[in-house]
């Protein structure tokens, strides 16, 4: 069975609610599971019967603390001896809702990178129009990007569109200010011609607009770019759905007309919700590792628990490795250029 | 009566539409149009008995066509004659929807820039959670920033915010990709250097969810990150709707709770459309100059030349002239650093 580490003690809800999704995912015998964290603090929560291993640590990393300062001295964090149960193969996967840059931190630290990989990234899975699934990367984890780190996360992004949602040949863009060549800062400009010269379906530049309409599979960007494009797709959501509680508030009519509507809402406020995604993966460090919302209750941390089961069945990490492996050859062309 | 230059030949629709739009505010009084194009062209569009004021060119910028090359070759066209006009004073502003990089480049070359502006910026204006709008800019204008030109940004959006909006003291934040200092990239962590010096309701860095949610008024980012944000906006609003018209097509149920949420569904989309407000003024330029959609319909070009109307009467371009003055000192400082 897959064996995946928790980090018990990382999230705003810790450890109640990732003792509770992780138990959940065990009970079910959907994953073997090990707790990491402070034994004490996590087993009141945890159901008398429920048979789960745990690694004792007393440690563990803050949400606000620096991650330099974290890596530096919190070694013995329950978040870094999950990666180290992983790098020792006791693990196929590891899951935290903790401090996000100290996870990272610690994952590039402990894991490694897969070879031909200079910076990891985060990817994320959203909705679009009409049917599947597309790819954001990066959606935060490096924010001052080199041309060839998109053009490292282009081939990260194809690989995890493939492996993982099954995507034939993913169509691949960078996103952009506009599609024509013309368009695009210094960055996207050097990148683009550097994604050119691979064996990709690359489309070239796409527009913030082809990230939800099925025009793309995978969007590349910058940590910094990525994170403000879901921030804002995070805002407008919530604009729109504030609007429209609003004019519901104000009249019976339109009270009975929401009460008829009311499974499509649900429907997509599903589909829009993180906790039924769980998560998104780390790509690029040698391992699999979910970075959980810091606000993840036991659903979220159930759900993100089976996406790490799903990314290991689906052989994610050899995925990305064969992909670098398959472009070494243009990526040492590249970084000479 | 103000004054205002309408591109005529400006747009996907042109001359058609744009001459339609601008008949439809003159007919009413509310401006004195000065149409700017082929005479031949647009008069087939007039209505007989419609007193416009007309000025002849043969020559107009394509939509597709380089700006450099047009401002090289193209002195001649529409747009840089309705820019001549205002420069001399005939006219109190301009509005086009004509190829926005031209239109930028015959605005900067042909009026100028304001004292202490060293690029534009383009400023859109959009609906929030709870009343008032918001502003975003840079929309597209100037892609590659440098740190003081989002700190110029910063005190042109002020100054719009207050002067147009009529909003006291401006909540003013670089749009980043978290609210911690640690946060951003090289180019806002120098930007936040310097608009931290400023007398203005700065608030530091702000994420994407807050040009939504009412916490900011103005919002600063460079063109690039600003054009991706106000597409990934569009997107996710595409998205929402296209997943309600599926599940309303679908079902019995939900085509009648359409119906009584019909009235909610008009006004969002009324209040998201970009025909409504009619275009987006190009901010730090010597003068008035609004940006349309280049898929401006008549009602579009009426708002856009509204808006120019409202822009001259609160006095915007003094408003910048003025902000821009007094902050003379700081933006000195800033440059020596």
């Not at 993966?281 to 391992?287: E, I, K, N, S």
């Given at each position: 069975m897959i064996r995946i580490a928790v980090d018990g003690m990382g999230g705003d809800f810790a450890p109640r609610e990732i003792v509770k999704g992780a138990e959940s995912v065990s009970r079910d015998g959907l994953a073997s599971i090990v707790l990491v964290g402070d034994v004490e603090k996590m087993k009141p929560h945890l159901t008398e019967n429920v048979n789960l291993d745990m690694v004792h640590t007393p440690v563990f990393v803050e949400m606000h603390e620096s991650p330099s300062v974290a890596l530096r001295k919190k070694r013995d964090s329950s978040i870094n001896r999950a990666f180290e149960l992983h790098k020792k193969g006791e693990v196929d996967a590891v899951v935290s809702a903790g401090n996000s840059g100290a996870t990272m931190a610690f994952a590039i630290f402990t894991l490694g990178r897969i070879p031909g990989v200079d910076r990891p990234a985060i990817a994320t899975i959203h909705p679009r129009i009409g049917d599947g699934l597309s790819i954001l990367l990066d959606a935060g984890g490096t924010v001052d990007c080199k041309p060839t780190h998109l053009a490292q996360f282009a081939l990260m992004g194809n690989a995890f569109a493939s492996s993982v949602l099954g995507i034939d040949s993913p169509r691949v863009g960078i996103l952009s200010n506009g599609e024509e060549e013309t368009k695009g800062n210094e960055l996207t400009r050097d990148a683009h011609a550097l994604i050119k010269e691979f064996r990709l379906n690359y489309l070239g530049y796409v527009e913030g607009t082809d990230m939800y309409n099925g025009r793309t599979d995978v969007v590349v960007s910058d940590g910094f770019v990525g994170n403000i494009a879901l921030k804002i797709s995070e805002g407008v959501a919530e604009l729109i759905f504030e609007f429209f509680r609003e004019g519901i508030r104000k009249?019976?009519?339109?009270?009975?007309?929401?009460?008829?509507?009311?499974?499509?809402?649900?429907?997509?406020?599903?589909?829009?919700?993180?906790?039924?995604?769980?998560?998104?993966?780390?790509?690029?460090?040698?391992?699999?590792?979910?970075?959980?919302?810091?606000?993840?209750?036991?659903?979220?941390?159930?759900?993100?628990?089976?996406?790490?089961?799903?990314?290991?069945?689906?052989?994610?990490?050899?995925?990305?490795?064969?992909?670098?492996?398959?472009?070494?050859?243009?990526?040492?062309?590249?970084?000479?250029?």
């Open positions: 009249s019976l009519k339109a009270k009975i007309g929401y009460a008829l509507l009311k499974d499509i809402f649900k429907e997509f406020q599903k589909k829009a919700d993180y906790s039924e995604t769980g998560g998104a993966p780390l790509l690029g460090v040698d391992g699999v590792s979910i970075i959980c919302h810091g606000k993840s209750n036991a659903k979220a941390m159930r759900n993100a628990i089976l996406l790490a089961k799903k990314f290991v069945e689906k052989g994610l990490r050899q995925s990305i490795g064969e992909t670098m492996q398959d472009h070494y050859q243009s990526m040492q062309k590249v970084k000479e250029k």
